[in-house]
């Protein structure tokens, strides 16, 4: 194990994982709480239009991923709000015209991309020392927002009512978690991949939610099982040499299925 420590691209893998395990859990619990999981998953799948529109025009396909799932998710809460559609509906709509606009653009670009096959599958192992410190940058930003404003977003999340009747600004506080949540999706894609992503967001929180009894402790807790989750995922990956993403989720669902078993032991 020491001896992988010392690689370049395995401190980066442990940095970053570190990185966005924490940031996908604090956003988790307002994915969970606001029932956004489809939304979390769908913006993923539409980002592959910012990956395939970055291939096509020589950029890095996280920039302009990033970029493009910002403007989805602005358009998805304006759409929620101005049209009588359901949300769920929305995001599939944007879900599929995302996905069509990748393929096509993709079909413009001849030869293999690997990058591609990085963002479909995820590959924390290949993640580039430039991309880490953006990760770092953003990661911060977001968590920064998030602890300074997470009251507002709790009470955003739990009732949108009082908290309107409180003086938050429900659209403005709306489309930024819309926004935030969509680019750390992305993120974390370099991790999970495109069809696994909403896993980090989802399965730290529904451990964490077995276990807290407040919205402190929720937050704690889902962070400690995060960090688990990642650096457990990475260790066993490089050891048994197994696809990262995959065995990352694999962690978090025996942890879930660890925590429930000792629940219900204890019920006995």
Same mark, same amino acid.
């Given at each position: ?11 980066? /893998?442990?940095?970053? =994982? %570190?990185? *966005? +395990?924490? $940031? ?8 969970? &709480? ?11 799948? /539409?980002?592959?239009? =910012? %990956?395939? *529109? +970055?291939? $096509? ?8 991923? &990033? ?9 998805m ?46 590959n ?37 009512e ?6 938050v600004?429900?659209?403005?506080y ?42 402190r ?16 995922g990475?260790?066993?990956?490089i ?30």
């Open positions: 194990m020491m001896e992988w420590l010392a690689l370049p691209f395995v401190q980066r /893998a442990i940095i970053a =994982g %570190v990185i *966005l +395990g924490a $940031l996908l859990a604090l956003l988790g619990i307002f994915v969970v &709480l606001r029932r956004m999981a489809f939304f979390s998953d769908g913006i993923a799948h /539409a980002s592959l239009s =910012g %990956v395939a *529109l +970055g291939i $096509l025009i020589n950029s890095n396909p996280l920039l302009t991923a &990033l970029g493009v799932s910002a403007v989805l998710a602005v358009v809460s304006w759409l929620e709000r101005r049209t009588k559609i359901a949300s769920d509906a929305i995001v599939g709509l944007i879900f599929t015209a995302g996905m069509a606009t990748g393929v096509i653009l993709l079909a413009l670009k001849s030869g293999y991309q690997p990058d591609l096959i990085g963002f479909l599958f995820g924390i192992l290949s993640i580039k020392w430039s991309e880490l410190a953006l990760m770092l940058v953003l990661s911060a930003l977001i968590i920064i927002f998030l602890l300074a404003e997470y009251k507002r977003m709790a009470l955003l999340v739990l009732n949108q009082i908290a309107r009747i409180s003086g600004p429900v659209v403005l709306q489309t930024l978690l819309y926004v935030v949540v969509a680019m750390a999706a992305v993120l974390g894609i370099k991790i999970l991949g495109v069809a696994l992503v909403s896993a980090l967001l989802i399965i730290p929180v529904s451990c964490a939610k077995l276990l807290a009894k407040s919205f402790a929720l937050m704690v807790y889902s962070i400690i099982i995060a960090e688990v989750t990642v650096l457990a990475i260790a066993l990956s050891y048994f040499n197994m696809p990262t993403g995959a065995v990352i989720v694999l962690c978090g669902i025996a942890i879930f299925v660890l925590i429930l078993g000792g629940q219900k032991a204890l019920v006995r």
